[in-house]
């Protein structure tokens, strides 16, 4: 793809005609010569038309551009190119059908004016000669000013800059009963375990690119959302092979065999597509449970703000994340403000009572700041007192 669009700037560059159709005009006809040949239009209008012409010819290459650093696929690159051609030559189009009468003898007799078929005399050869240096420079300038954009919109998706960078998973309840799961020397560990792809669930970020320029997102820590330090994190990227996104991760395998090797072993996988934003990938996704089954329950958020409305007015955007709002509460035992990465969320109550007189206080991360501990976005709870005739161990959570 990427060849492709280097390619199209350069040929559509060279199909385009109005910019130097526009400078050789202005480069062949000065204003005594169009004076004594043509005295019925004026120097300023000539030169008006001709800028028209050179307006037109810069918005045809920047249309180009945009198109073909969004395309997708090769075919929908020429076929867009070739689209925008026949746009900026449907005036040349309509022009040659007007001087054969096709649009009623009125646009006739305007396309067949004496000055469009008058000759101009040249102009000596050292003018001559610094207009074509002029002209050969533009095109220079054109060519190069396009292919650096495109090389520098082509690092950047690299880098992804142009995706969401933070990601929130949710994998729904699905079971996997003896998973087949490997350590980090790949061996494997003693019995098959029921894998809970809920597990998976949380907040993903964009760590590096796959070869073609698809983001690759990787699980973070539960609890505070920065990367494992001991565990292997799951992977959502694009699999070629199996021309689908797919979540994966590098410890768990469908099969023990020793003559199993898979090259993309995905959990679960999207519809076929050639799509470079997760966020838009439609379709049902497939889940390994120990036999494929269609209709997964995958769903996927952008946690980026871009105004207080992504954040709920709730808090503001900083960043392109939401800082909710946090304010403490003249009651004891109240938080106010919101959390959750979109401030959706009402601050927790700091204890809780069950139905049979358990209590349970909010577990802090700071007490003096008043900051909860969150584990899956969610407030975690320790078990104080209560529970007649149960013996549970001080500071359990829930």
């Given amino acids: 793809v990427r060849v492709a669009q280097y390619l199209s700037l350069i040929i559509g560059l060279i199909m385009e005609e109005e910019i130097p159709s526009a400078l050789f005009m202005l480069r062949q006809i000065p204003k005594t010569s169009l004076r004594q040949t043509a005295p019925q239009i004026t120097y300023g209008k000539f030169v008006f038309a001709a800028i028209v012409r050179l307006t037109m ?88 000013t396009l292919l650096i954009g495109m090389a520098l919109i082509n690092v950047k998706q690299d880098s992804g800059t142009y995706y969401c960078a933070s990601i929130s998973v949710y994998l ?63 992977q959502i990227r694009y699999c070629a092979s199996e021309q689908a996104w797919v979540f994966i991760h590098p410890n768990i395998r469908k ?71 946090s304010t403490n509460s ?3 035992g109240e938080l106010e403000g919101y959390f959750g990465s979109s401030c959706h969320f009402k601050k927790p109550c700091l204890q809780m009572q069950g139905d049979m007189n358990d209590t349970w206080r909010i577990a802090w991360v700071d007490i003096a700041e008043r900051k909860p501990f969150f584990s899956y976005d969610r407030p975690v709870y320790v078990y104080e007192s209560g529970w007649k005739n149960l013996t549970i161990p001080e500071g359990d959570i829930i």
């Avoid at 005036?91 to 646009?107: E, N, Q």
């Avoid at 309840?173 to 494997?188: F, K, L, M, P, R």
């Fill in 172 to 234: 729904g309840d699905h079971i996997w009963e003896e998973a087949v799961v490997y350590n980090n020397n790949s061996t494997i560990i003693g019995e098959r375990m029921n894998l809970i792809f809920s597990y998976f669930n949380g907040e993903y970020i964009i760590n590096g690119t796959t070869k073609y320029g698809r983001p690759i997102y990787v699980e973070q820590n539960k609890y505070n959302s920065e990367p494992f330090i001991d565990k292997v994190p799951a």
């Fill in 330 to 332: 003249e009651f004891e």
């Fill in 57 to 144: 010819g810069y918005f045809f290459l920047i249309n180009m551009f945009l198109v073909v650093v969004q395309a997708k696929a090769v075919l929908d690159i020429f076929y867009d190119v070739i689209a925008l051609q026949f746009l900026q030559q449907l005036d040349d189009i309509c022009f040659t059908l007007a001087k054969m009468d096709v649009f009623g003898k009125r646009l006739k007799k305007a396309t067949t004016r004496k000055c469009f078929s008058v000759e101009f005399p040249k102009l000596p050869f050292a003018r001559r000669k610094k207009l074509s240096l002029f002209v050969k420079a533009l095109y220079l300038i054109n060519i190069v």
């Fill in 255 to 325: 099969s023990s065999s020793t003559d199993y090797n898979e090259e993309c072993p995905w959990l679960l996988k999207s519809s076929e597509t050639t799509e470079f934003n997760l966020l838009e990938v439609g379709g049902d996704w497939k889940i390994w449970t120990g036999t494929v089954s269609n209709g997964a329950d995958f769903q996927v958020f952008c946690n980026e703000c871009y105004g207080e409305v992504d954040c709920n007015y709730h808090g503001q955007c900083v960043d392109k994340r939401c800082q909710c709002d």
